[in-house]
């Protein structure tokens, strides 16, 4: 019968000789001569070599059907999928860096597969290890019976905000506290362009906005990612909520396929999209958030569980302020804007009930001239002074309103 879930902790079997093997490499490689893909009858096997065990898990995930499979980590530097894949089964690899510490392999699967075995298998005299995983053929019932996310202690994603109160709004007696969150990460890359990856160029411009944020004494500033690693949707905005933030600025250099987008966009949450393109965007950061692996399923119940409607009702106001005030100060600060610069669809990373949230396309990463101005620190430094221009501006006016609704 399949297995719903494996963890192996490849480390308990390793015998004297490979513990001193290990010792000399902290972390894992894999040996991509020596690791496969393949159809074996009507199943799939997957070897994976590395250069020492690790602990790993396994699990499939539906819609869409894909396999993924977690190291303690694992670099996966050299790593190539041309060499590894050849298997008529598999649609398409990613792998990358989950969270710290731990590395993802995601396989997409053309058709129901359920893993059969698994084994982890340690050389004592070498004291590299094999992965072995084999995957056979199962009915959708099946595979959606022993598919599902991995739930305990030691692997759990981070729990829905339940409980917590909503945050109390500023009257413009306190520096605000502004969380910067640079879209994509690890696993997910984001859009890619000329051998340059969205993920990079965004966590730059979020590292230079929080050092202006800082250096003006008006502003403390935190990043939701600090580093090349994966982070849900979901989660950046549970990060938000526990630093204690008073605004929500996730920035973005997206591609858009159809149409020729290009300039800077500043965009809102909303239930009905303002167009085509913008709802298109926001079904693609939920896409990658399941091409890394996120079961996305729950995502509905943590978010209903940070409902405070009412909070709610004054954050889309004030959003909407926000958005409004960026649009103007980073067309003061770099002379020009988009025709529609504002504009709104269902974005996950903005659901946060009570935290004024906005998501700020740089440029598209797909317009030449939009990448040059991504990849030119002048260009950069004109948005980070608009960005903080608007802050100031909405903070003031916010605070001035806040005070109003208290009388
Ligand atoms: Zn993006």
């Keep these: 019968m399949f297995i719903r879930i494996l963890v ?34 009507d ?12 602990p790993y898990r396994l699990f499939t995930l539906a819609e869409p059907m894909r396999l993924v499979i977690d190291f303690r980590e694992v670099d996966w ?35 129901p597969l359920s893993v059969f075995q698994a084994v982890m298998e ?13 995957l056979a053929n199962a009915s959708i019932a099946e595979f959606k019976a022993f598919s599902g996310a991995f ?57 230079e906005l929080k050092e202006a944020l800082i250096l003006s004494g008006r502003y403390k500033a935190q ?28 920035v973005h250099a997206d591609a858009l396929s159809e149409g020729k987008a290009t300039g800077t966009t500043v965009y809102t949450l909303s239930d009905k999209a303002s167009s085509g393109a913008a709802a298109e965007l926001a079904r693609q950061h939920d896409r990658s958030d399941l091409l890394a692996g996120v079961d996305l399923a729950q995502q509905d119940d943590l978010i209903a569980a940070v409902l405070m409607d009412m909070a709610r009702l004054e954050t889309t106001g004030r959003s909407d302020l926000l958005a409004e005030m960026l649009v103007s100060g980073i067309g003061q600060s770099v002379g020009r804007i988009r025709k529609r610069p504002h504009l709104s669809a ?23 001239s939009d990448l040059n101005n991504l990849l030119t620190l002048e260009w950069r430094e004109k948005v980070v002074r608009g ?4 802050l100031d501006t909405w903070a003031f006016e916010d605070a001035a309103q806040a005070r109003l609704l208290r009388q």
Aim: cysteine-free; hydrophobic content about 40%; proline content about 5%.
């Design 77 to 111: 530097q050299g790593f190539d999928e041309a060499k590894v894949q050849g298997s008529e089964q598999v649609a398409d690899l990613r792998f990358g860096i989950f969270r710290p510490g731990w590395s993802r392999l995601v396989v997409d699967l053309k058709q």
């Design 151 to 207: 739930s305990s202690e030691e692997w759990a994603l981070p729990q829905g905000d339940k409980g917590l109160q909503p945050k109390t709004r500023q009257i413009g007696d306190r520096p605000l506290l502004i969380a910067i969150d640079p879209g994509h990460g690890g696993i997910d890359p984001g859009a890619e362009h000329e051998g340059y990856l969205e993920k990079h160029l965004v966590l730059q411009f979020a590292r």
């Design 122 to 134: 340690t050389d004592h005299v070498t004291g590299s290890a094999k992965l072995s995983i084999k």
């Design 8 to 41: 192996a902790v490849g480390l308990i079997s390793m015998g004297a000789a490979g513990a001193m093997a290990q010792q000399l490499q902290a972390i894992a490689r894999v040996d991509v001569e020596n690791s496969r893909i393949e159809d074996v009858g």
């Design 43 to 54: 199943g799939v096997e997957i070897r994976l070599s590395l250069t020492q065990p690790v």
């Design 223 to 250: 990043l939701t990612r600090t580093g090349d690693s994966f982070v849900s949707l979901p989660d950046r905005i549970s990060i938000a909520r526990k630093m204690g933030a008073d605004v929500f600025l996730s």
């Design 346 to 368: 269902g974005f996950t990373v903005l659901k946060a009930p009570d935290i004024p949230s906005v998501l700020v396309e740089l440029g598209f990463m797909s317009n030449r």
């Design 387 to 390: 960005v903080v221009l608007a």
